[in-house]
């Protein structure tokens, strides 16, 4: 398996399905409801279906962790993590900020991640132990050391509430502490932008790994850092996580400790 051309070859899969995707227009009555603040269209499950014949074909004894349920996992071996359309309230409601994700992850952790914007027509991409890139071109994360020099994304659980009380302390405490938050709806673009150096922290919980695999391997080959709110968590699979530049990470941890 050579990852520099499976990585493009992806990325071509990437792009011609983020495009159908883009041309789309979904109905209102073409929507299902899975909880109030959980959507699903026919372009979803379309989209996965597409994402799983073309990954199949290039792996072919890979299994698939997908959020609409596509093919089935295969236990220690390669599995593909898909969100085939990360940020669907956001599509239904013509919001243009949504994207495509797409990570493999094999026995010894994430070995390629691939998340396209198809509004901006980009295309955010990494291997293990190769670098982040954007359209091609080398990205890093930011230099910024301190919380109250930082720009920050966060979002919000649509269906765990457990720790809400907490977790809006903590909002308003980073918002007189930091240059302000921004909530955009999709954890993978969230992601993407850290590794690009737009936000020095990105932190949320209720999060499934089709949500967040393919931006960590993008934000940790970037030069930044994924954890839990503590340690001991593995940000793909316990649903929570802190991603950062790395400079501020310990601040932006010890302050969720206070509250979560």
Same mark, same amino acid.
């Given at each position: 398996?050579?990852?520099?051309?499976?990585?493009?070859?992806?990325?071509?899969?990437?792009?011609?399905?983020?495009?159908?995707?883009?041309?789309?227009?979904?109905?209102?009555?073409?929507?299902?409801?899975?909880?109030?603040?959980?959507?699903?269209?026919?372009?979803?499950?379309?989209?996965?279906?597409?994402?799983?014949?073309?990954?199949?074909?290039?792996?072919?004894?890979?299994?698939?962790?997908?959020?609409?349920?596509?093919?089935?996992?295969?236990?220690?071996?390669?599995?593909?993590?898909?969100?085939?359309?990360?940020?669907?309230?956001?599509?239904?409601?013509?919001?243009?900020?949504?994207?495509?994700?797409?990570?493999?992850?094999?026995?010894?952790?994430?070995?390629?991640?691939?998340?396209?914007?198809?509004?901006?027509?980009?295309?955010?991409?990494?291997?293990? =132990? !190769?670098?982040?890139?954007?359209? #091609? &071109?080398?990205?890093?994360?930011?230099?910024? /050391?301190? *919380?109250?020099? $930082?720009?920050?994304?966060?979002?919000?659980?649509?269906?765990?509430?457990?720790?809400?009380?907490?977790?809006?302390?903590?909002?308003?405490?980073?918002?007189?502490?930091?240059?302000?938050?921004?909530?955009?709806?999709?954890?993978?673009?969230?992601?993407?932008?850290?590794?690009?150096?737009?936000?020095?922290?990105?932190?949320?919980?209720?999060?499934?790994?089709?949500?967040?695999?393919?931006?960590?391997?993008?934000?940790?080959?970037? =030069? !930044?850092?994924?954890?839990?709110? #503590? &340690?001991?968590?593995?940000?793909?699979?316990? /649903?929570? *996580?802190?991603? $950062?530049?790395?400079?501020?990470?310990?601040?932006?941890?010890?302050?969720?400790?206070?509250?979560?």
């Amino acid at each position: 398996m050579q990852l520099p051309q499976l990585r493009d070859e992806v990325i071509e899969l990437s792009r011609t399905i983020g495009k159908w995707m883009l041309e789309q227009q979904v109905a209102v009555e073409e929507v299902e409801t899975k909880s109030l603040n959980n959507l699903v269209s026919y372009v979803d499950k379309e989209s996965e279906r597409r994402f799983v014949e073309g990954l199949s074909a290039l792996l072919p004894d890979s299994g698939f962790i997908a959020e609409e349920g596509t093919g089935k996992p295969v236990d220690g071996g390669l599995n593909w993590i898909i969100d085939p359309l990360d940020g669907t309230t956001n599509y239904l409601h013509h919001l243009p900020c949504w994207c495509t994700s797409v990570a493999l992850h094999g026995p010894d952790g994430l070995l390629l991640g691939v998340i396209y914007d198809p509004n901006r027509d980009e295309c955010f991409s990494a291997i293990k =132990g !190769g670098g982040a890139f954007c359209n #091609g &071109e080398a990205i890093e994360v930011s230099k910024a /050391e301190r *919380l109250s020099h $930082s720009l920050l994304a966060t979002g919000f659980p649509y269906d765990d509430f457990s720790r809400q009380e907490g977790y809006m302390k903590l909002f308003a405490e980073l918002m007189r502490n930091s240059r302000g938050l921004r909530r955009l709806g999709s954890a993978a673009l969230d992601l993407a932008y850290v590794a690009r150096g737009t936000f020095e922290v990105f932190y949320e919980y209720g999060l499934n790994p089709w949500d967040v695999a393919a931006g960590i391997l993008i934000v940790e080959e970037a =030069g !930044g850092k994924v954890t839990g709110f #503590g &340690e001991g968590v593995d940000p793909i699979f316990g /649903e929570e *996580l802190i991603a $950062s530049n790395t400079k501020v990470h310990r601040e932006m941890q010890e302050m969720a400790a206070r509250y979560l």
